[in-house]
């Protein structure tokens, strides 16, 4: 498998490989629903349909060995039942972080650390939790609704762990993203938002669609470089492998130049801006203002945090 280069890779092919992705643990938080008469019980059994759903399945073709699943978390905060009437529809946020592994160390990397919003989703203990790319909504647009969303973010997860690895590895994974939100459920009366561009500027839609926009390709290379030419090589050359990063700081300014206030930037920002945050640090004082310029303009949320190291 070409995904990931480490050289220990033939070494766990040869003593077997796990088809799973994923080593995800999914939470759901339910305090806030009272007074509906629901059973606690409905709660873990959709906390276990939706880790059954991540873990067991199949997202691509690849051989993942099991050292190579990818460590992901859902944390899902219900707000609201018996959403349009119905006991069982559920609204409020699903929260998704996901790392990868840098090489030679023993420390993970953020790749993804968001909050959807756009939560809203009928649930049934009596019916398994299911997805299938060729039909995404299988019974009824809210039903479908929940299985869509955990899945969409599945293939953003795998796109960006591959396009750490592999320049514009994720591609084809991305258009599996785009897929979800081309058939995505929803439409007029059933609640649901967040699959649709004129929904808001900053939701699922405008994701993939930057992720896989032209405009947007020197965010991914830089991804890539990030991840492969820079964090997986401060084990040996530290220095090289920071400057390589911060330097290349200039290819996401200018995308975000050209796109300002784009959703991919501060996606891409809540994954990492304590590690880029650590890196400015590690640099002498007389070389940060550079820095702290582009970052303070890309990362508005933590500019303050930025300006702290001049």
Sequence with gaps: MLRK?????SLLLAFGASSQEFNCKVTVRHDKITGTGT????????QKAITDLVNTRR????????????????????????????????????????????????????????VDKDLTFKYSPFNPLNFDDNRIVAVDAISSNLSAIVAYYCYIILGLDYD????????AIYKRAQNIVNNAPGGKGTGITGWNAMDNNKNRYWIVDQLLNQRFSEARNFWYLMHREGLDSMSVKPTEARLRILT??????????????????????????????KLVEMSPKNERTQYITMLSAMDVANAAKYNALK
């Design 5 to 9: 280069l480490f050289s220990i890779l």
């Design 39 to 46: 059973d606690p019980q409905l709660f873990l059994n959709m």
């Design 59 to 114: 997202w691509t073709t690849d051989e993942f060995a099991s050292t190579e699943r990818i460590e992901c978390n859902i944390f899902i905060n219900l707000v609201s039942a018996n959403v349009g009437g119905d006991p069982n529809t559920f609204s409020g946020t699903i929260s998704i972080q996901a790392s990868r592994p840098v090489y030679n160390t023993s420390y993970t990397s953020t790749i993804v650390n968001f």
């Design 164 to 171: 750490s690895f592999s320049p514009m590895g994720g591609t």
């Design 248 to 277: 290349n700081l200039r290819k996401l300014y200018n995308v975000n130049k050209e796109n300002p206030s784009s959703i991919l930037i501060q996606f891409l920002f809540n994954a990492k801006s304590d590690e880029i945050i």
